[in-house]
């Protein structure tokens, strides 16, 4: 989908429970069955389901390499095409963050912003390992992990190339 973008805190606010729902869930390649497994972009899918009901499209087999051998944006296209792009300084709660994991390489990982800067709370806590807590933040299925909650630290923020919202309604 292009055009509007998602602007009503409480649709963003239900794409972050979306995603808080499937937490825990173990990390299964071109899966998206919350609780039995997922990727990060059956993730992303599954949370559109919540959303939606329905998918835009369904996926064709994909390897871990993703597009890497011949260098094409084949996530960044799929996410123009269903997502609405929006500006990275513009971060809010629910976006769908598109990340390079390696320079040069293809950008093939997918989370959602699930916590924003809390610039005053974050540095009363810099010290404590809750502090992580009051920072940004983002949930993504990851290799080895599963569904997890992840501070949206300096290095992942070097890594994100795009941000999206969901539209605003599902044609």
């Keep these: 989908m292009t055009g509007q973008g998602s602007s009503d805190a409480g649709d963003n ?26 990727d990060c972009l059956g993730l992303i899918r599954g949370i559109w389901r919540g959303l939606f009901a329905a998918e835009p499209e369904t996926p064709p087999p994909y390897s871990m390499d993703w597009s890497e051998p011949q260098g094409e944006e084949r996530l960044w296209q799929a996410a123009l095409a269903h997502l609405v792009a929006k500006p990275l300084a ?7 963050l598109l990340f390079r994991m390696r320079a040069g390489a293809v950008a093939k990982h997918l989370g959602v912003q699930s916590r924003l800067n809390a610039p005053g709370l974050a540095r009363a806590n810099s010290g404590s390992p809750s502090g992580a807590n009051f920072g940004p933040g983002f949930i993504h299925a990851y290799y080895g992990h599963g569904v997890v909650e992840s501070a949206l630290t300096a290095p992942w923020q070097r890594r994100l190339v795009a941000r999206f919202c969901f539209p605003e309604e599902h044609i």
């Excluded at 972050?16 to 998206?32: D, I, K």
């Excluded at 513009?90 to 769908?96: E, F, N, R, S």
Aim: hydrophobic share 40%; net charge positive.
């Design 90 to 96: 513009q971060a809010a709660l629910g976006d769908v």
């Design 13 to 38: 606010l239900q794409a972050v429970a979306e995603a808080r729902r499937w937490l825990g869930t173990p990390y299964l390649h071109q899966a998206s069955c919350r609780g039995a497994g997922c």
